[in-house]
């Protein structure tokens, strides 16, 4: 592989978040060598596998955790952002029962006022920071508004149905995150809290149901945003051919250029079922970063995927003109200026 062909792999391989299967990162671990050889730019960490929530995954207790991320940390000299879904309550990797902190939901706390919500946000950040955690993929700034969403309102992830008590909630978490050297991430852009699918599992049409008041939370928490996770729910009214994850219009044309977002986009897990039902490898990652994400992800949940496999074919499209190099250079400045945030 010559220099110009590597450098342009490593800047793609930047872009990506996987997911692995193992509680360490030793040499002989498929993950080491997605680091160390391809120069992947993040991991997520799951406590247990999809289809056996019996199996430790990733997390076993607090020793074992800490272990695996600087053992992860250690592999390059490059900054590696090490991400988990630790929302709170019944979205949450590290549990009471694992070793890790008892943890209340969105509804939960926006019950119990500021200050609690306070300290509860301190206690989570602190542990992210002590366990080597520097991404967490909350708070989630759907407004609860149908009372039918098995994905949202019923695991009670809703802070409420208003964006006033939704954007001061995930405000605190937010704050408290930032003041532990752990990012925090927005989601799910445009809104998923009207809809009543689940993305996991299939197409998700919002069409009907969404209104601009979701974007109410984004608008308000913008000036301090430095990552939002995008949905891939489908609105005609926004874009009537793609869900937002790969959409132009919903990336680009209302989050970039309508509210006057530059942080990082990162897609939602290009795994899940409504992706993957209706999209190859090839159209998902072409569509997605030509609409302007920055971190694509393959969380390895719900599907196989190997990292040198998506760089490869991310390389051919740049090199057929399919996607533009600029473009991922653009990303990559995005994902350095986060990097300085940890």
Same mark, same amino acid.
């Given at each position: 592989?010559?220099?110009?062909?590597?450098?342009?792999?490593?800047?793609?391989?930047?872009? @990506?978040?996987?997911? $692995? %299967?193992?509680?360490?990162?030793?040499?002989?671990?498929?993950?080491?060598?997605?680091?160390?050889?391809? #120069?992947?730019?993040?991991? &997520?960490?799951?406590?247990?596998?999809?289809?056996?929530?019996?199996?430790?995954? +990733?997390?076993?207790?607090?020793?074992?955790?800490?272990?695996?991320? !600087?053992?992860?940390?250690?592999?390059?000299?490059?900054?590696?952002?090490?991400?988990?879904?630790?929302?709170?309550?019944?979205?949450?990797?590290?549990?009471?029962?694992? *070793? $890790?902190?008892?943890?209340?939901?969105?509804?939960?706390?926006?019950?119990?006022?500021?200050?609690?919500?306070? #300290?509860?946000?301190?206690?989570?950040?602190?542990?992210?920071?002590?366990?080597?955690? +520097?991404?967490? =993929?909350?708070?989630?700034?759907?407004?609860? @508004?149908?009372?039918?969403?098995?994905?949202?309102?019923?695991? %009670?992830?809703?802070?409420?149905? %208003?964006?006033?008590?939704?954007?001061?909630?995930?405000?605190? =978490?937010?704050?408290?995150?930032?003041?532990?050297?752990?990012?925090?991430?927005?989601?799910? $852009?445009?809104?998923?809290?009207?809809?009543?699918?689940?993305?996991?599992?299939? $197409?998700?049409?919002?069409?009907?149901?969404?209104?601009?008041?979701?974007?109410?939370?984004?608008?308000?928490?913008?000036?301090? !945003?430095?990552?939002?996770?995008?949905?891939?729910?489908?609105?005609?009214? @926004?874009? /009537?051919?793609?869900?937002?994850?790969?959409?132009? +219009?919903? +990336?680009?044309?209302?989050?970039?250029?309508?509210?006057?977002?530059?942080?990082?986009?990162?897609?939602?897990?290009?795994?899940?079922?409504?992706? #993957?039902?209706?999209?190859?490898?090839?159209?998902?990652?072409?569509?997605?970063?030509?609409?302007?994400?920055?971190?694509?992800?393959?969380?390895?949940?719900?599907?196989? %995927?190997?990292?040198? /496999?998506?760089?490869?074919?991310?390389?051919?499209?740049?090199?057929? *003109?399919?996607?533009?190099?600029?473009?991922?250079?653009?990303?990559?400045?995005?994902?350095?200026?986060?990097?300085?945030? &940890?």
């Amino acid at each position: 592989m010559d220099t110009i062909e590597l450098e342009l792999k490593n800047k793609i391989a930047k872009m @990506l978040i996987v997911g $692995f %299967d193992t509680l360490k990162a030793d040499k002989e671990d498929y993950i080491y060598k997605c680091i160390k050889e391809y #120069k992947v730019g993040g991991v &997520i960490l799951f406590d247990k596998f999809y289809n056996d929530r019996e199996k430790a995954k +990733n997390i076993k207790n607090p020793a074992q955790l800490k272990k695996l991320t !600087t053992e992860l940390q250690n592999i390059n000299k490059e900054k590696l952002l090490i991400s988990i879904d630790q929302e709170g309550g019944r979205i949450a990797r590290l549990k009471q029962e694992d *070793g $890790f902190s008892k943890t209340l939901s969105a509804k939960g706390l926006a019950s119990l006022g500021e200050e609690t919500s306070r #300290k509860h946000y301190t206690s989570i950040a602190s542990e992210l920071q002590n366990l080597g955690v +520097n991404v967490d =993929f909350a708070p989630l700034v759907d407004l609860g @508004l149908n009372k039918e969403s098995d994905v949202i309102y019923k695991l %009670d992830r809703a802070y409420g149905d %208003d964006a006033e008590t939704v954007s001061k909630y995930a405000e605190i =978490f937010m704050d408290e995150l930032a003041n532990h050297k752990v990012i925090s991430c927005l989601k799910h $852009f445009p809104g998923h809290g009207s809809a009543k699918g689940d993305s996991h599992e299939g $197409f998700v049409d919002a069409t009907t149901t969404w209104s601009e008041l979701e974007l109410e939370p984004y608008k308000k928490l913008l000036y301090k !945003t430095k990552m939002i996770m995008t949905a891939h729910v489908f609105n005609k009214n @926004l874009d /009537d051919k793609y869900p937002a994850t790969l959409s132009y +219009n919903t +990336n680009t044309k209302l989050l970039r250029e309508k509210l006057g977002y530059d942080g990082v986009i990162i897609g939602d897990d290009l795994q899940m079922g409504a992706i #993957k039902e209706h999209y190859s490898n090839e159209e998902a990652l072409k569509l997605s970063i030509n609409s302007g994400v920055d971190l694509v992800m393959y969380c390895n949940q719900l599907g196989d %995927d190997k990292a040198e /496999d998506i760089i490869d074919i991310i390389y051919k499209l740049v090199i057929n *003109g399919e996607i533009a190099q600029e473009r991922i250079e653009e990303s990559n400045k995005r994902i350095d200026r986060l990097l300085s945030e &940890i």
